[in-house]
């Protein structure tokens, strides 16, 4: 059974900081490439980081700001979210993506406000 459970988000002020992360489960972590999606209220959801071969990508809005990473060791991904700023108030979720094998998370709140 595959399970991708991420954890670390929650409640920070502006120009604050959280690192999420993501364990993954049942698959072979590290053929599969990794990527953090968000979803805010009314909203689709929009990919925000991915990472594979060592490679990564960023949608512009948080390039400078967020960083993912990950450790195969571990079967984990992270995302380092730093200067957070209200419009990154969101549900966050894993994705793993390997050839038509496609899993996705159950999501962590990030809620960014005074």
């Known amino acids: 059974q595959v399970q991708l459970v991420e954890s670390g988000g929650g409640l920070v002020q502006p120009g604050g900081s959280l690192r999420l992360s993501c364990a993954a489960s049942?698959?072979?972590?590290?053929?599969?490439?990794m990527a953090w999606y968000r979803q805010a209220p009314g909203k689709q959801r929009e990919l925000v980081a991915g990472?594979?071969?060592?490679?990564?990508n960023y949608v512009d809005y948080v390039k400078g700001r967020f960083t993912i990473s990950r450790d195969n060791a571990k079967n984990t991904v992270y995302l380092q979210l730093n200067n957070l700023q209200p419009g990154d108030t969101a549900v966050y979720y894993c994705n793993a993506n390997w050839q038509s094998a496609h899993y996705w998370g159950q999501g962590t709140q990030v809620t960014v406000s005074s």
């Open positions: 049942g698959i072979i972590f590290k053929f599969y490439d």
């Open positions: 990472i594979s071969s060592g490679r990564t």
